[in-house]
C-alpha cells in the first residue's frame, strides 16, 4: 500500500494553513456578521486556530502511527472505533487546554462553556474527518488486499491446474511416440500396432487415475511395463525394471511413469547400455536405485519432482527425497498405506 498522504511533509505544513483559516472563518460568521470579516480576519486568534491546527493535526497523526503499531484489538472495526474515540478524547483535552492557556495568559479572562463548546465542537468535527479518512483509506486497503489475494489464488490454482494438464498429456512423450509410431510403420507393422496399443493403454491409465489420488502399486506396475516398451521404441537409452517385494502398498498415480522419464531423459543416450531401475520397500518407503550417467546439460535435480512432490504432500509428511551414493543415485518415496 503507498504511504496516506497525510504523513507527506507538505500536507503536513500546508494542511493546518487552511484547516486553521476554516476554524476561525467559522468562529467569525458564529459571533460576527459577514460585514465584519474584512476587518476582523488578520488578528491573533486567526494565528492561534492556525497553531491550534497544527497541534490537532499531529496528535491525530501520532496516534495513527500507534495504532498502525497496535496489535489488538484483532477486528478492523472494533479497533477503528477505539482509534476514534481515543482521537476525540485527545482533541478536546489539547483544545481546551490551549484555549484556557490562550485566554487566561493572553486575554487575561477565563473562557467560558459557550466559548469551550464553540471550539472543541469544530476541531472535533475537523479530527473526526481525519480519522475517517485514514479509516476509509485502511479498510479500502483491505478490500483490495482481499481482492488481489484472490486473484493470485485463482493464478496459482490456474497455473496448477495448466501444469496437471501438461503432466497428463505430456506433450514430449505424445511427440516422441507419435514420431516412433510412424518410423516404426515403414518397418515392421505389427510392431508399429504393438506400440500403438501400448502407448494408448498408457494414457488411457493417465487420462482415467488424474482424479484418483492414489492407486495400487501392482496396476501402477502393470502400466509402468507398457509405458516401459514405449520408451525403449524412443531413441534414448533402454530402461530394465524391477521391482522386488513390493506389495500391499499405494502410490500417486503416474509417479513411477514420470520417475523413469525423468531418469531417462536425463541420461546420456547409449545403444549398448541400459538403465537398470530396482524398485525395493524398506524401512516404510519405496526405494529406486539406478547407476545414473547424467547427461552434461541435463542435471538430474529434485525440483524434476515437483509434481511427484505435490502429490505425496497432501498425503503424508514424510518428504520425497534423492541423494546419490558413490555412482548409484537413489529416489526414496513415502509408503502409503490404508487403514
Not at 486473484?151 to 516422441?176: G, H, Y
Not at 507419435?178 to 496399443?197: R, W, Y
Not at 541400459?274 to 518407503?285: A, F, H, R, Y
Request: proline share 3%; aromatic share 10%; glycine share 2%.
Amino acid at each position: 500500500m503507498k504511504r496516506l498522504f497525510v504523513h507527506h511533509p507538505l500536507f503536513r505544513m500546508l494542511g493546518p494553513l487552511f484547516v486553521g483559516s476554516l476554524v476561525y472563518l467559522l468562529i467569525l460568521l458564529i459571533n460576527n456578521t459577514i460585514e465584519d470579516l474584512n476587518s476582523n480576519f488578520f488578528t491573533q486568534e486567526l494565528y492561534v486556530c492556525i497553531g491550534l491546527s497544527y497541534i490537532i493535526q499531529e496528535a491525530a497523526r501520532i496516534i495513527i502511527v500507534l495504532f498502525n503499531h497496535l496489535n489488538r484489538p484483532k477486528t478492523f472495526w472494533t479497533k477503528s472505533l477505539l482509534h476514534l474515540g481515543t482521537t476525540l478524547v485527545v482533541t478536546i483535552i489539547l483544545v481546551s487546554l490551549t484555549m484556557y492557556i490562550y485566554f487566561t495568559q493572553v486575554l487575561s479572562y477565563t473562557p467560558n462553556y459557550s466559548e469551550l463548546l464553540i471550539f472543541n465542537s469544530i476541531f472535533a468535527t475537523i479530527a473526526v474527518f481525519y480519522v475517517l479518512l485514514y479509516i476509509s483509506n485502511q479498510f479500502l486497503h483491505i478490500i483490495n488486499t482481499e481482492k488481489l489475494e484472490k486473484e493470485e489464488m485463482a493464478r496459482v490454482k490456474m497455473e496448477e491446474d495448466f501444469s496437471t494438464f501438461k503432466q497428463d498429456i505430456n506433450p514430449r512423450l505424445l511427440i516422441d511416440s507419435l514420431e516412433a509410431i510412424l518410423v516404426l510403420m515403414k518397418k515392421d507393422v505389427e510392431a508399429a500396432e504393438s506400440l500403438t496399443e501400448d502407448f494408448a493403454s498408457v494414457y488411457r491409465y493417465i487420462l482415467s487415475s488424474k482424479k484418483k489420488e492414489i492407486v495400487k502399486v501392482e496396476e501402477e506396475l502393470a502400466v509402468l511395463e507398457n509405458f516401459i516398451e514405449v520408451l525403449n521404441r524412443l531413441p534414448f537409452r533402454k530402461i530394465e525394471f524391477k521391482a522386488y517385494d513390493v506389495k500391499n502398498t499405494y502410490v500417486v498415480p503416474g509417479s513411477l511413469l514420470y520417475i523413469c522419464e525423468c531418469i531417462l531423459r536425463s541420461s546420456i543416450s547409449s545403444e549398448s547400455q541400459s538403465i537398470l531401475i530396482e524398485m525395493t520397500l524398506k524401512d516404510q518407503k519405496i526405494k529406486l536405485q539406478f547407476k545414473h550417467e547424467e547427461r552434461l546439460n541435463k542435471k538430474f535435480k529434485i525440483n524434476d519432482l515437483s509434481l511427484v512432490k505435490k502429490g505425496y504432500k497432501s498425503l503424508t509428511s514424510i518428504p520425497l527425497e534423492m541423494y546419490l551414493d558413490k555412482d548409484v543415485r537413489t529416489i526414496e518415496l513415502p509408503k502409503i498405506q490404508l487403514g
